[in-house]
């Protein structure tokens, strides 16, 4: 149910980045992959401890305001999750925020994988060594149409032009990782000694306990999460943990919007459940959180913890991201 956007296809990329004869080796070969001597356990990243215990999963509600209908919703609302039920779980660790840009880019330098799509569209993975072998005139060319840089890049020396493609690069380190698929999320968590949540743990680390409505409470509030509404940022997405009260009981950061989270299930039926549904079954993975850039979709009911969408775990997205867990 997620909205898929088109992709650029690599040979784009390639002309984008006047490179001649290239492949997927050879754009694999951009971002430095096997360069670095980063161990693939060594990167810092911040964890929250959730405790044993039960929490409230789900929910009871209904759609009493015709939602459906007044926004074409294909499939009913809140069904999918039902029943209401407190579950135990044991205790696990869960990433503090989605994983980042810079994250992201440190396990492409190991394991030589093909960038993003928008990785190569923007040329966040190239290195100074690799744009200081430009001549001065593709080298403003990319400043320009590439990095987006907004100076008159045409009296520009190459020192200044690597200086500020540098910053306009480092603004991307801590957006969250989008466009990539389940397989790919997956992949990234197990490099990192770890897994994907499963949607129970990552539901009890947005509601707590006692089964909150938003990680911050049962109001209701947009400006306490990134919808994507107010235009701040660029395609609706803003570096992760900038929305300081978008924070659930233990402490876990951008569970309500900024971006789709993917998670480890399938989209089946909970125990118990009695709602009927073709979507259910081994086909498509469940995601979580709700995404910015939503325009009229965004909605309360998209940012709830409780709130289940899901899409085929190939697809990728430039609203969708992640997060990992271990176990303790």
């Known amino acids: 149910m997620v909205k898929i956007r088109p992709q650029l296809i690599l040979a784009v990329f390639c002309s984008l980045l006047v490179v001649t004869g290239c492949d997927k080796k050879s754009a694999s070969s951009i971002t430095g992959a096997g360069n670095s001597t980063e161990k693939s356990h060594s990167l810092d990243v911040a964890q929250v401890l959730i405790p044993a215990g039960k929490f409230i999963r789900g929910s009871n509600r209904e759609d009493d305001v015709a939602m459906r209908q007044q926004y074409g919703f294909p499939l009913p609302l809140f069904l999918d999750e039902h029943p209401m039920k407190k579950v135990y779980l044991d205790a696990y660790k869960i990433d503090t925020f ?38 001065l005139d593709k080298l403003r060319k990319m400043a320009s149409d590439v990095f987006l840089v907004d100076k008159d ?36 968590c197990q490099w990192r000694k770890g897994r994907l949540p499963t949607e129970a743990e990552w539901e009890k680390a947005a509601r707590g306990p006692d089964g909150l409505e938003y990680p911050w409470g049962n109001n209701w509030d947009p400006k306490k999460a990134n919808t994507g509404d107010d235009g701040q940022w660029e395609d609706g997405i803003a570096p992760v943990g900038s929305y300081k009260e978008d924070k659930s009981p233990y ?18 039926p909970y125990e118990g459940s009695t709602y009927k549904s073709k979507a259910f079954g081994k086909h498509d993975r469940v995601l979580r959180g709700g995404g910015g850039g939503l325009g009229h979709y965004a909605l309360s009911y998209f940012f709830r913890g409780a709130t289940r969408q899901f899409s085929d775990p190939k697809m990728e997205s430039d609203d969708v991201g992640f997060r990992c867990a271990s176990d303790v």
């Open 98 to 135: 989605e994983v980042t840009n810079k994250q992201y880019k440190a396990y492409l330098m190991q394991t030589m994988r093909i960038l993003p799509d928008a990785w190569m569209r923007n040329g966040y993975a190239m290195t100074e060594e690799q744009l200081n072998k430009l001549d």
């Open 251 to 268: 402490g876990v950061y951008d569970l309500s919007g900024n971006v789709w989270e993917w998670v480890n299930d399938w989209y089946e």
């Open 153 to 188: 890049t045409r009296k520009m020396e190459k020192a200044a032009l690597l200086k500020a493609i540098a910053v306009m690069q480092k603004e991307k380190d801590n957006l969250p990782i989008t466009g990539v698929s389940w397989f790919d999320a997956r992949d990234f």
